[in-house]
């Protein structure tokens, strides 16, 4: 295939990594927090904000382009006509644009996650492997 | 009728024999135990990241795509470049938002995600019943195009002969999802999204070839072979008879991006795989081959207009369904050695088992909703060899009436059968499924309010639209009852399904409110973490 994701760090190699410092959070790795509670919702609450920017920003940079290249295109078919680089008509190129613009969205996506949200979630499903792990009936 | 000579369609036809013995055997061999269920559903949740999303774009890749949005990107250029962008947008758009806590919260099937918040039969039952009326309209799509598509490769015309083909292809599609389960169709997914990346990259490349390497010139070229000129390259040719084009425009590709990525055959691979991380891997996967893909459907299809030109398509068929092989024909020249005739095959071939994977990923989706979703609300769970035997039973029960729409509704326009599976999925599943996952305050009621509404009002108003009659394209051309003047329900459908599921919930009361904020709480670390690791034993 003519595209590939390059090969991001391995989720072992992250725990070298320098995670960023509100994920560590301020106890040291590996010790329970005092309160029985305290730590795990700590992580919980930092882990649900990380996933709701995360999911957030992505969402809406894809949906205001895509929002934002309809508007043009239906509300300004004159600038969309006209001609740019190759001689194709401005909108064409927009909509073409939205193809190699797909794959670095992803990269990104990766990335961020890989930097913000991996970490706490590793984090917060340690906490709670402490007690029992919950799952649905199970066959 | 067909413009392919005879060394090609001998090939296409050994070609579909090969991958039908192949694949088949391949189901068998790779498909579950008998009292195996967690392999059946979700073949343990062990496939890797590269395979899961390979058969999560296989899945997505439907025949509807391949040849409906061709069809319309070689007839009608911009608007259908504009409609693959957003059924790519709708994938991505699952990506960023659904996928992980839909793998978290959700077991087997759709009603597993939403009955973990709201654990009642109505739920289960109601998300069953949404299922099947958003898939089966799809599955009739694409066995009916099995026929026409047979027809148009190998040549006859005999209706007795396709509507043969349509039964002989049901059959097959029962056989992947009873037999195969989730490994044997995830497998089916993987070889025909290899084979239709590979052929077509070849022929994209053949045809940048023929242009000089210079995508203008093919795109210029295009244009004045579709009889519109420069309008082939500007908004507005598709919605020309439509009074209020904007408006339906906006409303299609509302429909696309909410629904398409929705829809359950493509959520039930959330499910198979391991962790949240490695869903998010094989989604990446997924939308860099559907991404892949789009640009390639582009090329072939404005590739078709251009080598082929407008009036032989719309000769071929009424609205550009046979584009992306036509297009395909016409990059490889005008005679073909016996290497291009096997690459051609090879193209043929790839849409021949894009239109049968498709098929069997749906009849599986549906027979696990009606095995897993109709008995696991019952006190006493069924044992999992009665429920796996249910589940295939499931598959003929959907399979066979399937069949039968098929064959009745191949000689009509197929698109407003599409349409009705996408605008479903954006009124009904779509808020359903983000009111599920994100708002706290959501309640039982809303959840069914959604789904009811949302379906009803799509069921109701799909009949009026000018999909259906009213126009020389519609599914019944004679007929004129066409009172909802816009080519898709969504318009009216999609605010209803989303105001059905807020104005119950805002109704219910802050006692309610409050009950279902501590339930969410009592879920969230579930949502965010997901469930343990599972070892494959």
């Known amino acids: ?139 | 009728m067909t413009g392919f000579g005879g060394s090609a369609q001998s090939w296409s036809l050994v070609a579909f024999c090969a991958v039908v013995a192949l694949t088949l055997l391949l189901c068998v061999l790779t498909g579950p135990e008998a009292d195996d269920l967690a392999e059946f559903y979700t073949g343990y949740r062990s496939l890797s990241p590269l395979r899961n999303g390979l058969a999560v774009a296989g899945d997505y890749i439907s025949a509807a795509t391949v040849l409906t949005i061709g069809g319309i990107i070689a007839l009608c250029g911009f608007d259908g470049i504009v409609l693959a962008l957003s059924a790519l947008l709708s994938l991505l758009l699952l990506m960023f938002l659904l996928a992980e806590p839909l793998h978290n919260t959700g077991r087997y099937t759709m009603g597993d995600a939403l009955a973990r918040r709201h654990p009642a039969r109505s739920v289960r039952v109601t998300a069953c019943l949404v299922t099947l009326a958003a898939l089966v309209p799809m599955m009739v799509v694409q066995l009916a195009g099995v026929g026409e598509l047979l027809a148009y490769v190998l040549g006859f015309n005999d209706a007795g002969m396709k509507n043969g083909c349509v039964a002989g292809a049901g059959v097959l599609m029962i056989s992947y999802a009873a037999l195969g389960g989730m490994p044997g169709t995830a497998l089916v997914q993987i070889i025909k999204t290899v084979a239709l990346l590979g052929s077509g990259l070849v022929v994209s490349v053949l045809i940048l070839r023929a242009f000089d390497w210079q995508p203008q010139a093919l795109f210029h070229a295009a244009a004045r072979q579709s009889g519109a000129d420069d309008a082939y390259l500007t908004w507005g040719l598709q919605y020309s008879s439509s009074p209020h084009p904007a408006l339906d425009m906006a409303s299609t590709q509302c429909a696309i991006v909410l629904g398409g990525a929705c829809l359950p055959h493509v959520t039930m691979r959330m499910y198979t795989a391991g962790t949240p991380r490695q869903v998010r891997r094989a989604m990446s996967w997924a939308v860099s081959s559907v991404t892949l893909f789009v640009l390639m459907l582009t090329l072939i299809c404005t590739g078709a207009t251009a080598l082929v030109g407008h009036d032989r398509i719309t000769a071929a068929d009424a609205h550009g369904t046979t584009a992306y092989l036509l297009g395909a024909r016409a990059a490889f020249g005008a005679g073909l050695s016996r290497p291009e005739s096997l690459l051609f095959a090879t193209v043929t071939t790839a849409v021949f088992l894009t239109l049968l994977a498709s098929v069997a990923s749906m009849t599986l989706a549906c027979a696990n909703t009606l095995a897993h979703d109709l008995t696991a609300s019952r006190p006493v769970p069924w044992a999992p060899a009665r429920e796996l035997a249910l589940a295939r039973c499931g598959a003929l029960a959907v399979g066979i009436p399937t069949i039968l729409l098929a064959v009745l509704a191949q000689h009509r326009s197929l698109q407003p059968l599409a349409t009705v599976s996408f605008t479903l999925g954006a009124s009904a599943i779509a808020p359903a499924l983000l009111y599920t996952l994100f708002w706290r305050r959501y309640t039982r009621t809303a959840l069914l309010a959604t789904l009811i509404v949302g379906t009803l009002s799509v069921l109701a108003l799909a009949p009026g639209t000018t999909l259906v009659s009213g126009t020389p394209l519609s599914a019944f051309p004679d007929a004129d009852f066409d009172w909802f003047p816009y080519n898709t329900p969504a318009l009216v459908s999609v605010p209803a399904g989303f105001l059905a599921g807020w104005l119950t919930t805002v109704l219910a009361g802050r006692r309610a409110a409050d009950r279902e904020r501590s339930r969410y709480a009592s879920h969230e670390h579930h949502l965010l973490t997901g469930p343990p690791p599972r070892r494959s034993p």
């Open chain 1, 1 to 139: 295939m003519s595209f590939d994701i390059p090969d991001l760090p391995s989720e072992r190699s992250s725990y070298e990594r320098r995670s960023p410092t509100w994920s560590t959070g301020p106890e040291p790795d590996g010790t329970r927090p005092a309160g029985p509670r305290s730590g795990a919702h700590r992580t919980l609450r930092l882990l649900r904000r990380a996933y709701r920017w995360h999911r957030r920003v992505a969402t809406i940079t894809a949906l205001g382009y895509f929002a934002a290249f309809l508007a043009l295109t239906v509300k300004a078919p004159s600038l969309m006509a006209r001609p740019g680089p190759g001689g194709l008509p401005t909108g064409l190129l927009l909509a073409l644009a939205q193809i190699p613009v797909t794959w670095l969205a992803v990269l990104l996506y990766e990335a961020a996650a890989h930097r913000f949200v991996d970490p706490l979630a590793r984090r917060a499903r340690r906490h709670l492997r402490a007690p029992a792990p919950d799952r649905e009936q199970s066959p």
